[in-house]
């Protein structure tokens, strides 16, 4: 089955899907985006990717493309004319095609949307988070307003393809004081000797992450105690356990950091019990004529 992708009211196939030339996001990186994860049949925490997008938006006085039900509908849609049962739904949004120059066009330039999805092997998620993954930790290069989801990535994608060439998953980035504050396209946490959950305030330096904040809450409903406080890297090296928050990967035990493993090199208690709680604490809005709904 061919896929299909949403591009400016248009469902259009995926192979042959366009952009002006002229669209700004393309010539300046003047948009945003978001991705959902798509679980078991069921776009995970729409409300509150669609309530980011509203605040990345605003930060960048960028209007929204259609109405914000329309473009949920829009992402059930896609979903669902991919057959996603287990994947991602993309969104972005940019400013709109005008003639280039930097300052913004015109009032009346209509923002661009684009929505595709895509499937992902849940096996091999499952699979990779039974071992656990490594990390590298590199300076953080970006700009200080990484705080908006925009699609300006360039320095998170030099970040991650080190990672890469390192042999590892994700980078996380850290500051000069030698704080971390987020992976590449992750947010960071730890575990101390004590059994606390640590990750870093979501007030500047880091994204506010969408799964970051319902791993907060499952953990809130499993008891465990956690702190919103930045660690060091010589903290994380050190700590019981470690793992990353992602819309790609919900909750992923980090076992190496810059090659050394954490604690004895396998994911850990606090972090496998975060993860087999996570999708009862999501919210969950089903994509009707998903796979997994026409299931009997």
């Not at 999805?117 to 970006?142: H, L, M, N, Q």
Request: aromatic share 6%; glycine share 10%; with cysteine.
């Amino acid at each position: 089955m061919s896929r299909i992708a949403y591009v400016n009211g248009r469902y259009v196939p995926h192979q042959s899907a366009r952009v002006h030339v002229e669209d700004r996001g393309y010539q300046f990186s003047d948009g945003v985006y978001e991705v959902c994860e798509v679980s078991g049949g069921y776009i995970l925490d729409r409300t509150r990717h669609l309530d980011r997008l509203d605040r990345s938006l605003s930060e960048l006085a960028i209007g929204w493309p259609v109405e914000r039900a329309a473009l949920g509908r829009i992402m059930i849609e896609v979903a669902a004319r991919n057959r996603v049962s287990d994947g991602l739904v993309y969104l972005q949004v940019t400013r709109g095609v005008a003639r280039r120059d930097h300052p913004f066009p015109s009032a009346d330039t209509r923002p661009a949307l684009v929505v595709t999805a895509r499937s992902t092997d849940r096996a091999a998620f499952a699979a990779k988070a039974e071992e656990g993954v490594g990390v590298i930790t590199v300076p953080d290069t970006r700009w200080d307003r990484v705080d908006i989801k925009t699609i300006g990535l360039l320095p998170n994608v030099l970040a991650r393809q080190q990672a890469r060439d390192a042999g590892a998953a994700e980078a996380w980035l850290v500051d000069e004081d030698g704080i971390v504050l987020e992976g590449a396209a992750t947010n960071a946490w730890i575990v101390t000797g004590e059994g606390e959950l640590v990750t870093r305030p979501a007030v500047s330096g880091i994204l506010r992450g969408i799964t970051r904040a319902t791993a907060i809450d499952t953990a809130a409903a499993l008891g465990l105690t956690m702190v919103e406080r930045g660690f060091t890297v010589g903290e994380a090296k050190a700590a019981r356990e470690a793992f990353m928050t992602s819309a790609t990967s919900q909750v992923m035990p980090v076992v190496r950091i810059d090659g050394a493993p954490v604690a004895n090199g396998y994911p850990g208690e606090i972090t496998r019990q975060l993860r087999g709680a996570f999708f009862a604490h999501a919210e969950k809005i089903a994509v009707r004529g998903s796979l997994a709904l026409e299931k009997p």
